[in-house]
């Protein structure tokens, strides 16, 4: 590229987010050893970041991964070969949980929720009782690829009714920007790029007393993704391998942030970008994908008016206005515009991307 560089295009895409002009200064510290003093404060520091904003007593297992790496640690630690396990589907992100499963030879079984809607606690309660007993329930809290918000305290409340098994959590796409009773599941996992406004490159897993149980017993292979190595290194305020340290550092600055604005503040700025979201893509005549009950708070589907093709919408979108917005994934490729409000949007960012796809939508 000769002359200046591009200007950043505005990115509305459910993760990665813009970054807050504190979260990209802190990447460009000076960069530590990941096994000296520095590292260690600066592990206590984010350790407690996590406890204070969350609730929580113990710290994440700090993953270098996206949040696929959290999803695949997540079964290869607290499950065995040939386990069943038993899934919600009605997306993208919850059939990759189930694809990850099948690929290491897990049993697996499906709800066969329809995509774009909420899945059903009585028919997961139906699921439950028919045999094989499920060892683990997959459940993706915020479907990212349709906007759904499944209702994760209904199912929970089933599972433990109805069965022992593990109750493992993607909560990728809303843990931080929402309420997620993490101490009410056995394995709960997020990724920085998501809700917590962070460059992509860690994932953070949560897991219960008797996931901790479960991990002992447990006889999938892990190395690099195994907890108990993050575990042990933490308590000697180190990792196991080398973090992505710049990352690390932004989520320190990130936390501070959070913290200082508040829980329940952040978990209202989401609501209102959502709510945001929702009025204007209906205000253009536009049908949403999710039922506004089971909407997420940190991204808005809406079907495409049949005349409008995507890649052409997308290209004047990004050319004309310098706006991105996510397209849909898997089943719903080219049929969907989806619009990320999450990390550290606010509804006035919701507006000048809506602007834009109001101008577009007009000229089409
Ligand atoms: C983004 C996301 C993931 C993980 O995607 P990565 O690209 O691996 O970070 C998993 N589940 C949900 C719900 C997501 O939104």
Redesign the pocket.
Known sequence: MTGGAPIPPGLHV??PTPLHPEVAAAMAQPLISYRGPEARALLGRIGEGFCDYLGTERPPVLLTA????A?EATLANLLSPGDPVLGIGGGQ?AE?FLGLAEAFGLETRSLGTPWGSAADPERLRAALRTRPEPRAVLL?H???STGVLHPLPDLIRVVREESDALVLV?A??SLGAMPVAVGSCDAVFT?S??AWGLP?GMAMAWTSERAAAAERSARLPRFYWSFSRYRDALARGSMPFTPAVPVLFAMEAGLRLMLREGRDAVFRRHAEAAAAARGRLQAMGLRLVADEENATSTVTAAWLPREVAWPELARTLRERHGVVLAGGLGQLQGKILRLGHLGWTTPGDVHRAADALETCLRGA
Do not use: H, N
């Open positions: 459910p993760g996206s949040g696929t790496g999803m992100f990759r993706t915020s479907e990212t993607d990728v796409s990724a790029q998501k992509p």
